[in-house]
């Protein structure tokens, strides 16, 4: 069973600062399932095995 969870690009929120979570989330063992892109913001699909 896998777990899943979403990172959002925030309001005003640089995209260095934002690669810097996202990467930051898979070190902890979540990897990129997908990612869309909506006016300017960015959501990040992560998952992992439970």
Not at 15 to 24: I, Q
Request: charged share 35%; hydrophobic share 30%.
């Amino acid at each position: 069973m896998n777990n899943y969870k979403f990172i959002k690009q925030k309001a005003f929120e640089k995209m260095d600062k934002f690669e810097k979570r996202v990467n930051e989330s898979t070190t902890q063992g979540w990897r990129i399932n997908g990612f869309s892109s909506d006016h300017g913001s960015i959501t990040v699909l992560l998952e992992r095995e439970r």
